[in-house]
């Protein structure tokens, strides 16, 4: 399997805080990696740096290298819009925009160039279908989006982040902020979806990174202190702090 | 314990007796302009021009005027102002060049509105003659604060993860400001125009110098480049001038149901896009 973002000595600074140190890490094609640990370790941080969301803080300073299918996406030449349609993303909290569901999904497609109504209307339900989300919404497509409940606004989202075809979602705790039920189909969702994308997911909750991964990366105070297959690291963790943390001795 | 008891007495005493002063003066104000204004609106009075021959008097071309002046001015200071909005809010680095825009904004907009009229004359009125479309401009000048700040503030209410969403999507800067954070601060663009529209139709001060006081029938452009009166300006005409009072008080009663409608309109704007917000 080949790797489909890798990143090499990537250190990031706010302003002279030090949030990441010298990260190298590869991350393979159409699988589920999860980041674990502590809270202020660097998790979203480092999730952010994969698509280039931390270019909209300005205190932000990058240095070392993230490849996105052998490129250097913090190469001068990079088209930074077109590198997030293909490295997408989904927040912690629902953020569906304040328009209809139908509107939310084509929002995507449309800034892309996506104008012709039968070819839009078929991504919309194809994306709202991945999601599984289809036959909830398919009679209010035209309502307003914020009309769903959480865990159905954080499938809209995800269906409006699939709707632009990425090749990796990045996912920030998308079931941190949902009931028992909706972070169970969204975990479905996600084991789904590794068929035709690469998922990055942060999460606090260690028994979903075991049920949902195949790789884990443990952050530690800005380091990546392990990283490798999560039954291996689970079942027998290398440094001691991993251990440490899996096991609940703290975070 | 009496004591106390007592206290709590005036004190609740003195409040009632304030508050049903203020409601009183308030209401007496209300009533003795519309009873003394409202027999005196009549048709005639609302479609016709003065006339010395005939001896009648009519505020058709103050009505008109007081529409162009709110037109003119609108359409220089809403893109104006929600463009430096937009800007201040979306794109400047410099933290500290904005608070002290947003500083200038404030202290500009406790100016007494004769100072406005003054710098007016001499750049506009001076430029153009006097003229609807110089008093326009002197009013662009005032409410352009207004206008930046109320747009200002909704902008900041737009949330920041519909800006993340819409990034994350790979859309640019300005498809994101276009479709997700404009349309978030309608709200605030809206109350911004009506409470520009009240202080227009309230002004007088400022136009006295730059619009001056004809009562010609204009079309809009012939309108713009012309002297004219709004009914603000018209008022004082003709209760200083010409004390035609029963014309002043009519007028008077115009302008406080207007600013009546005024006032409910952004409270219902406020309570419609409090329901759109939380559906
Ligand atoms: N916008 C920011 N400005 C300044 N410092 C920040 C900013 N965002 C994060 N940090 C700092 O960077 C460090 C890493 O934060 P980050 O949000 O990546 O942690 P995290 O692992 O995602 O934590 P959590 O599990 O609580 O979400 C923390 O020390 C945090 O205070
Ligand atoms: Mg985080």
Redesign the interface.
Known sequence: MSNIITSKDLCLWYGDNQALKNITVDIPEKSITALIGPSGCGKSTFLKTL?R?ND?I?IVRIEGEVCYENKNIYDKDID??????EV??V?Q?P????MSIYDNVA??PR??GITNKAKLDEIVEKALRDAAIWDEVKDRLRK?A??LSGGQQQRL?IA??LA?EPKVVLMDEPTSALDPISTSRIEDLIMQLKEKYTIIIVTHNMQQAVRISDYTAFFLLGDLIEFGETDKMFSNPKDKRTEDYITGRFG | MNKRKIYIGIMKGAMYFCTSLTALLVLFLFGYVLIKGIPNITWELLSTKPSYLAGRIGILPDILNTIYIVIATLIVVLPLGVGAAVYLNEYA?NKKVVELIEYAAETLSGIPSIIYGLVGMLLFSNNFGTSILAGALTLVIMNLPTVMRTTQESLKTV?Q????????????KW?VIR??VL??CLDGVITGCILSIGRIIGESAALLFTAGFAHAINDFFTGLTSPGATLTVALYVYAKEEGEFAVAFAIAAILMILTLLINLSTTMVGKYFAK??N?
């Open positions: 698509n969301m909209l300005p930074i819009n077109e590198l997030r349609r997408g993303m927040f909290k953020n569906p925009f304040p929002y995507g800034t892309h307003s914020l009309g989202c409006r982040a632009v | 680095l949330p993860s519909y800006r993340e969403g819409a990034f994350g999507l790979g859309a640019g498809r479709t997700v349309p978030g759109r917000r559906i």
